[in-house]
């Protein structure tokens, strides 16, 4: 489209909404001069895989792998941007260099919420994190995980999977908040039958000093181990926009239909709010962040002309023998309809219906087999 439309766009983010965003820039016609730039010296990796197959197999080091990147854009990695000036249509980055763009796409994702600024507390967010989790399980470790949704129990599934005793903390049902009651009891179930011990808690803390860190409960009880992990949610990263007024209180960019804060301006990923049929809502989710990406694109390319984003989310996990997939907005109250299959032992459909006549699919995989993490192959190695 030479001749015609923005000659230059910069991508700021490197995970699967940049790169999905810089793909669809240049199937959608964008021939101009194309820059990503990431914060981790890493290309763009599949972030899911990093509490599932990454974490579970210790043999295998390329389950986070994705296809190469084919948009032949600049790659800047191993930078971070720190101001976005509107005016002059300039993004600036940590070692100095100011990025000019016509159209630029926001798309620097989140990070990790922490209870404390101990080593000690480990996350998992990034490739980094989880093969120091993963060197340090090849041990075997007893585990206190913190938090008790999808990612929290992920962890929790795959330091079972290592042979070490784990404690799980959540605030309330794990998994209750994301998933709903019904499907929350058969995982809980599930991970109880596998050995997880579970402890509900109001508020936790994490005291220690260094490397030394455990978990205190609401009631004064100190949960000790040798291994802490906090998954308590995460924080969007757009401290580095805040003087550009397009983040409001709460740090989530609200965007159109089509992921557009300003003709020129694109969010997409965990660090916006779309609309929905429910409201403006955050869905963090692998899927999300790809159909934003791609409505993203095509709307700075062709503005108004260009189709507005129809998402129906797409959700899945894999833990303590279970395989979900659920399409549709979560959580689910009640009891499903089950379609296919029942309770317990086969494969099941399942089926719910929102208070607004929307619908939800969930798909259930009873008994995966989980691979045991091989000890004689350590993952840091």
Same mark, same amino acid.
């Given at each position: 489209?030479?001749? =015609? /439309? $923005?000659?230059? *766009? +910069? &991508?700021? !983010?490197?995970?699967?909404?940049?790169?999905? @965003?810089?793909?669809? %820039?240049? #199937?959608?016609?964008?021939?101009?001069?194309?820059?990503?730039?990431?914060?981790?010296?890493?290309?763009?990796?599949?972030?899911?895989?990093?509490?599932?197959?990454?974490?579970?197999?210790?043999?295998?080091?390329?389950?986070?792998?994705?296809?190469?990147?084919?948009?032949?854009?600049?790659?800047?990695?191993?930078?971070?941007?720190?101001?976005?000036?509107?005016?002059?249509?300039?993004?600036?980055?940590?070692?100095?260099?100011?990025?000019?763009?016509?159209?630029?796409?926001?798309?620097?994702?989140?990070?990790?919420?922490?209870?404390?600024?101990?080593?000690?507390?480990?996350?998992?967010?990034?490739?980094?994190?989880?093969?120091?989790?993963?060197?340090?399980?090849? =041990? /075997? $470790?007893?585990? *206190? +995980? &913190?938090? !008790?949704?999808?990612?929290?129990?992920?962890? @929790?599934?795959?330091? %079972?999977? #290592?042979?070490?005793?784990?404690?799980?903390?959540?605030?309330?049902?794990?998994?209750?908040?994301?998933?709903?009651?019904?499907?929350?009891?058969?995982?809980?179930?599930?991970?109880?039958?596998?050995?997880?011990?579970?402890?509900?808690?109001?508020?936790?803390?994490?005291?220690?000093?260094?490397?030394?860190?455990?978990?205190?409960?609401?009631?004064?009880?100190?949960?000790?181990?040798?291994?802490?992990?906090?998954?308590?949610?995460?924080?969007?990263?757009?401290?580095?926009?805040?003087?550009?007024?397009?983040?409001?209180?709460?740090?989530?960019?609200?965007?159109?239909?089509?992921?557009?804060?300003?003709?020129?301006?694109?969010?997409?990923?965990?660090?916006?709010?779309?609309?929905?049929?429910?409201?403006?809502?955050?869905?963090?989710?692998?899927?999300?962040?790809?159909?934003?990406?791609?409505?993203? #694109?095509?709307?700075?390319?062709?503005?108004?002309?260009?189709?507005?984003?129809?998402?129906?989310?797409?959700?899945?996990?894999?833990?303590?023998?279970?395989?979900?997939?659920?399409?549709?907005?979560?959580?689910?109250?009640?009891?499903?309809?089950?379609?296919?299959?029942?309770?317990?032992?086969?494969?099941?459909?399942?089926?719910?219906?929102?208070?607004?006549?929307?619908?939800?699919?969930?798909?259930?995989?009873?008994?995966?087999?989980?691979?045991?993490?091989?000890?004689?192959?350590?993952?840091?190695?």
């Amino acid at each position: 489209m030479s001749g =015609a /439309g $923005p000659a230059r *766009v +910069v &991508v700021v !983010g490197n995970g699967i909404a940049g790169l999905t @965003a810089a793909d669809t %820039l240049r #199937a959608t016609g964008f021939d101009g001069e194309l820059t990503i730039v990431g914060d981790e010296p890493h290309p763009a990796y599949s972030r899911p895989a990093l509490s599932k197959a990454l974490l579970l197999d210790g043999t295998d080091t390329t389950s986070h792998e994705l296809p190469p990147a084919g948009h032949g854009a600049t790659e800047l990695l191993g930078v971070r941007a720190t101001g976005l000036n509107l005016d002059r249509r300039l993004v600036t980055l940590d070692d100095g260099t100011a990025l000019p763009y016509d159209r630029v796409v926001l798309a620097t994702g989140s990070r990790s919420r922490r209870l404390s600024a101990l080593s000690g507390e480990l996350t998992l967010r990034g490739l980094d994190d989880a093969l120091r989790l993963r060197g340090r399980l090849a =041990a /075997g $470790p007893s585990v *206190v +995980v &913190v938090g !008790g949704g999808p990612l929290g129990m992920e962890i @929790a599934s795959g330091c %079972l999977a #290592a042979g070490c005793r784990v404690t799980l903390v959540s605030r309330g049902r794990p998994l209750a908040g994301q998933l709903g009651p019904y499907l929350a009891d058969v995982f809980t179930a599930a991970a109880r039958e596998r050995g997880l011990i579970l402890v509900e808690s109001g508020a936790v803390r994490i005291e220690g000093s260094g490397e030394n860190a455990r978990a205190v409960l609401a009631d004064g009880t100190a949960l000790e181990a040798e291994l802490l992990v906090s998954a308590v949610g995460d924080v969007p990263n757009t401290e580095w926009l805040a003087d550009t007024g397009l983040v409001p209180e709460g740090g989530v960019i609200p965007v159109d239909a089509r992921g557009l804060v300003r003709p020129d301006v694109a969010a997409v990923g965990d660090l916006t709010a779309f609309p929905t049929p429910h409201g403006l809502r955050r869905l963090p989710l692998w899927s999300s962040a790809i159909e934003q990406a791609k409505a993203a #694109a095509r709307a700075l390319v062709h503005g108004e002309d260009a189709p507005a984003l129809r998402l129906q989310p797409y959700f899945w996990t894999e833990q303590f023998g279970l395989r979900l997939k659920a399409v549709g907005f979560l959580p689910l109250v009640g009891e499903p309809v089950y379609v296919d299959g029942g309770p317990g032992g086969e494969p099941a459909l399942m089926r719910w219906t929102h208070a607004d006549g929307s619908g939800a699919a969930v798909a259930l995989d009873y008994r995966i087999p989980i691979p045991r993490l091989r000890r004689t192959a350590r993952a840091d190695s």
